[in-house]
DNA sequence: GAGCTGACTTGCTCATGCTGAAGTCAGCGC
DNA sequence: GCGCTGACTTCAGCATGAGCAAGTCAGCTC
């Protein structure tokens, strides 16, 4: 199969998945909220003083974000105190963790401070810290630069 | 070990790799230098075209990309063309392919137009697709949710 | 030495994201 | 039925990013 780099002028990324990706969560804000929604944060306050974002702000990001179907707004009740709304995650959102977790390995690498990184996020089942790898679909682990680019049936090509 | 999801109070999340993540590559345009980069693209007014920004956003982008040491600048010379300079990745850029993958990956399933994905990337050796996916240090797929937070040497208690 | 081309820079304007301070609003506890 | 609290909204005001149009500058071609 040709590789498409070998002519990258013949074929325009108007329809390019990563472009799109980043226009729903390529906010610095919204990423973050990610980041605290995928460690179990689920109440406005909490989101506010954890990713310390104003409440403003944090307002319009949720508000975005449920649009865009990467949370939930549910109401649920604690006994005692009145129905409040609490933000679950979707499916769409729960898919950005191997997005949310390159970018932390990344971090980690790269610009963490001398103490190491903050958290590691490890396997439930044997403790073992865990990392965002490239994999093919035959299972082969994908080593630096190993890669083609194919088009795929999306792709538009320029006149 | 205990899990810090369970008080998520009690640490902050002052030194946190994806919020300085975020700090370097968190803009649009940015992420998709990274892409053409990562494509192959080394020129300026081919980054210009393929990305679809304007000269003064694309120079100041670059800019700032050689700051963040994620780009090289580099002089090259064409036979019979006068000296130039081309941006080469660094070894810190290339390490975002796991990044830009992921966001990909996540795009083509939740953002892409009904054609599907335009570029598909392969394995080199089996031609295979290539996906970012997560695994634990000894070799374990993670499916979705077998993930602890433990604490990492940078953390920060509260007070 | 005039023109051309690639790689920028300058200047201006618009849109977005965020901040801080203050106001609103809906119920449950009293 | 008054106050409290959590969850927002409203209102300036500032900073950043991007767009477009035009100008600059270096050095190779002719």
Redesign the interface.
Known sequence: ?ED??DD??S?S????????????V???ST??IM?EAL???RRFD?FV????VGEPAMAARLKEMVAADLLERIPYREPGQRTRHEYQLTR?G????????????????????D????????????????????????G?E?T?????????????RRS
């Open positions: 199969m498409l780099r990258r002028d074929w990324s108007e329809n390019c998945s990563v472009a799109r990706a980043m226009d729903i390529g906010s610095r990423v973050l980041r460690l179990g944060t909490d003083r954890r990713v310390g769409k729960r898919e950005l963790l191997p997005v949310i977790t390159a970018l932390r390995n990344w971090g980690d690498t790269w610009a963490a401070d103490a190491g990184p903050s958290i590691v996020a490890t396997h439930h089942d044997c403790g073992q810290p865990v990392r965002a790898v490239l994999r093919c679909a035959a082969h994908i630096d630069g190993d890669i083609d680019i194919a088009a795929g049936p999306g792709i538009i």
